[in-house]
């Protein structure tokens, strides 16, 4: 499933630092969805760069960002690295939070995207890839799909506490 981040000009992949946060929580907060569960301040709240902090030192995550000539983040995920007991210890990956800027929405930002976090999770060792995308995201759901993705499993979700 790779792609060929090459096959997209002018954006190139890397992990997200921290001076990444506020464009990243941007690309979260640009649906229905974000805008009900970011919050976009100046200054941001102190739990997204805690968050991040957490992230970066912790080697079973990647928060990946997709860049622009410019060097603005115009897309971003987070891939996390599993280690399990079932089906045999097998390691996989869960990828969420999925974003690409509306501007280049089309343009194979997402499935370059996903193809290079694909391409990390095998060279981790991962044997599968699996991800969440909210139910009422059908757009996604077929971008998905058009990547090889199949919804072979049904999610669930228990709030333990309110939004920050």
């Known amino acids: 499933m790779s792609a060929d981040p090459a096959a997209v000009v002018g954006v190139r992949f890397r992990r997200a630092h921290r001076d990444d946060v506020p464009a990243?929580?941007?690309?979260?907060a640009d649906?229905?969805?974000?805008?009900?569960?970011?919050?976009?301040?100046?200054p941001l709240p102190a739990?997204?760069?805690?968050?991040f902090a957490e992230l970066d030192a912790?080697?079973?995550?990647?928060?990946?960002?997709?860049e622009d000539v410019d060097g603005s983040v115009v897309g971003c995920l987070q891939l996390t690295e599993t280690?399990?007991?079932?089906?045999?210890?097998?390691?996989?990956?869960?990828i969420e939070s999925v974003r690409v800027?509306?501007?280049l929405r089309g343009r194979g930002v997402g499935a370059a995207l996903v193809g290079h976090a694909v391409d990390i999770a095998r060279d981790k060792g991962c044997a599968q890839v699996q991800l969440t995308s909210h139910v009422s995201?059908?757009?996604?759901?077929?971008?998905?799909?058009?990547?090889g993705f199949t919804a072979s499993h049904v999610g669930m979700k228990l709030v333990l506490r309110g939004r920050p």
Do not use: K, Q
């Open 24 to 28: 990243i929580v941007r690309l979260l």
């Open 137 to 147: 995201r059908r757009d996604a759901h077929r971008f998905y799909e058009r990547l």
């Open 83 to 94: 280690v399990g007991l079932s089906s045999v210890g097998m390691r996989r990956a869960t």
């Open 58 to 66: 912790d080697p079973r995550e990647t928060l990946l960002v997709a």
């Open 47 to 51: 739990a997204y760069l805690d968050a």
């Open 101 to 103: 800027a509306a501007s």
């Open 31 to 42: 649906d229905a969805l974000g805008a009900g569960r970011e919050r976009v301040e100046d």
